[in-house]
């Protein structure tokens, strides 16, 4: 049960993460009032299709042929992709097809000037 609970949740485990080390970005109206205040402006490693269709598979695989527990394997699998569907439904249309095509949007997106300043985000505090 526990498994479940965490598959569902990996996505956005990651994304906390990626976001704490910087890989990732995410930004702030001034004032937080509603979701819509929060900017999820660069996420393509926890959250695009590519990612996790990718970890739905690995879990799939790690349970269910690593631990030989087909059952388990299949339902954690599922978990991690349901994030991503449930995301595809609820978000603005701010997830990539992969990391690639989201890299490649956020570089022609700014001008070479911002590029530096836009491959190195800012870490947290
Ligand atoms: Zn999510």
Known sequence: MLWLLLSVQLMEFLWVLFNYLGIERTSTEPTVKSVGDIHLSFMPYSH????????????????GKGLRNPVAGLAVGIGVVSHLVLDLITHAPDIALGPAFAVAGAMSACSPS?????SRPARAA
Request: proline share 0%.
């Open 48 to 63: 695009s299709i590519a990612s996790g269709v990718l970890l739905g598979l690995l879990a799939w695989l790690l349970i």
């Open 114 to 118: 911002d590029v530096s300043s836009r």
